[in-house]
């Protein structure tokens, strides 16, 4: 049997990795910018990691629902606390395209409505045809049979406003900041006022925190840097540091009902153990402060070079934009100076690095690119 051949790759084995770094079968020593988009969260191969995990494996192994599963409760208190969000709910799920799925639910259920809003090259996940990128502010695609969904020009209150006006939108959901749609951060003032608006209406709001939460912007997640509270949070990647769990944080305003939601692995004893041992390294390290002086310190640099037409982002989501096809730069990046990166689109390099990124990594990624210039 062969591989389903639906991604391009490069011609290099990984085989190992430790913090920042990875190597592949020869070798070879790579400096990791990207982190699997956006999933290491604590650096490959953390010990404390590795113990949670290994540990857990030895004593039960992999469990999931019908039981009572005491980890789960951990984790939930956990994340509540360091989050923000002690006050909100905690449904674990595998992966962030079912985060935002069973949020989408969640909204249709509570409002009695089934319109959704989102947002110009936004991206939700590859589980339904609607919620993808997309360059056409007024395409109307399905969710699925009953859930259309309207695209709307980034940044835009009125675009929405004339939307929530129309009384059939369930909700409204965003990224803390565009991964895949190339870095894009929403203006502080634009939250504020979408947090009004879908207020005023009855409109759920939902933030996607998949890529741009656990820390990676500099804060838990993206969207406390305008000071607003959603209705429903999603996350997924960072969240278990390559290990699949995902979840959705629930606002007070919703009540749980036997059968409302379901899932077959989410919340698995060693899906847990992982988040656990995530959220312990970040707060022993100081990982989200990291984020965002290391981070920091990167946008100011590249903000130096003058190839870059504009550099975006917060903390350790950072999105080079060029006036020309980035291809070759990411090539050599690659293959001669042994650094990896993302893409977004073809002129939008993506650095998306494990949070343990030290100022050093930093200046030692600087100079290779420079070079790769």
Known sequence: MNLFDVYPLFDIEIVKGKGCYTYDATGTEYLD??????????????????????????????????????LQVKLADKLGKQSGYDDYSLFLINSGAEANENALKLASFHTGRKRVVSFKKAFHGRTSAAVRVTDNPKIIAPINETMPVTYVPFNDIEAIKNELDKGDVCAVILEGIQGVGGIQVPENSFLQDLRSVCTSTGTVLIFDEIQSGYG???????????????????????????????????????????????TTFGGNHLACAAAIAVLDIM???????NAATTGKFLIDELKKFPQIKEVRGEGLMIGMEFDEPIKDIRRK????????????????????????????????????FKMSL
Do not use: W
Request: one cysteine or more; glycine letters at 12%; charged letters at 15%.
């Open 33 to 70: 910018l990207y982190g699997g988009h956006a999933v290491i969260s604590v650096g490959h191969c953390h010990p404390y990691y590795v113990k949670m995990v290994t540990d857990q494996l030895n004593k039960l192994g992999f469990y999931s629902n019908s039981v009572q599963n005491s």
């Open 283 to 289: 707060q022993q390290e100081n990982l989200i402060e």
């Open 333 to 368: 990046l690659l293959f001669e100076q042994k650094v990896f990166t993302g893409v977004s689109g073809t002129n939008v390099i993506r650095l998306l690095p494990p949070l343990c990124l030290s100022k050093q990594q930093a200046e030692i990624f600087l100079e290779r």
């Open 216 to 262: 990676r912007s500099g804060k838990f997640f993206a969207h406390q840097y305008a000071g607003i509270r959603p209705d429903i949070i999603t996350v997924a990647k960072g969240m278990g540091n390559g290990f699949p769990i995902g979840g959705v944080l629930i606002s007070p305003i919703f009540k749980p009902v036997y059968g409302m939601l379901g």
